[in-house]
């Protein structure tokens, strides 16, 4: 039902063919957000992302993001990006709230496209380590990161995000107790 698709809608305004900036699903509360929303999928995201080849600052969630919007992102046609928020969720029970993997090639293709890119991570709620370096590559340029309340931030979460991303990180904002990750920060 397209005539009741705010997407669809954003699609057909032709005052919007300009549009610079777009938040899909961002957060304006920091202390939370609904674990599982109904959220576009990562096929229709690249759909209406291409829409908007002006978009240089994005905001989206974990489970909107695939390689093929990393490569939309990074088509010549398109201006060049100069910042990209993502939201990371994660569910363990639900295929859909796992964290997407994206290529190394990928990061870079984008990086070469953009050179200005700022790539800000939220981590929204308890991601297991080792899946976060299915998008977190070296590749990216992570300039900000922050862990809300309900996340975990481990001594091998900081030591990876220290090593990987020392030439590139400048805020970490951590939400959640310290006590697990102390002695790293």
């Not at 899909?24 to 229709?44: E, H, I, T």
């Not at 829409?51 to 489970?63: A, D, E, I, K, M």
């Not at 299915?134 to 996340?151: D, F, I, Q, W």
Request: glycine share 2%.
């Amino acid at each position: 039902q397209d005539e009741v698709n705010i997407f669809e809608a954003l699609k057909r305004n032709e005052k919007l063919k300009t549009l610079q900036s777009l938040s899909l699903f961002g957060m304006k509360n920091k202390q939370w957000s609904q674990r599982a929303p109904l959220l576009p999928s990562p096929a229709y995201t690249v759909d209406l992302i291409s829409h908007f080849c002006h978009l240089q600052h994005l905001t989206v969630r974990s489970p909107m993001l695939s390689e093929r919007l990393m490569v939309e992102l990074a088509d010549a046609s398109r201006d060049k990006l100069l910042y990209l928020q993502i939201l990371l969720t994660y569910s363990a029970h639900q295929a859909e709230f796992r964290v997407p993997e994206i290529s190394s090639s990928a990061w870079s293709a984008l990086c070469a496209r953009s050179p200005r890119l700022e790539v800000e991570c939220v981590i929204m709620s308890r991601v297991p380590y080792l899946d976060l370096g299915a998008v977190l590559k070296p590749e990216v340029p992570l300039t900000s990161m922050t862990v809300l309340k309900y996340a975990r931030c481990s001594q091998d979460f900081l030591h990876s995000l220290s090593q990987k991303f020392k030439a590139t990180l400048r805020d970490f904002l951590c939400y959640t107790d310290p006590s697990d990750c102390g002695d790293e920060l």
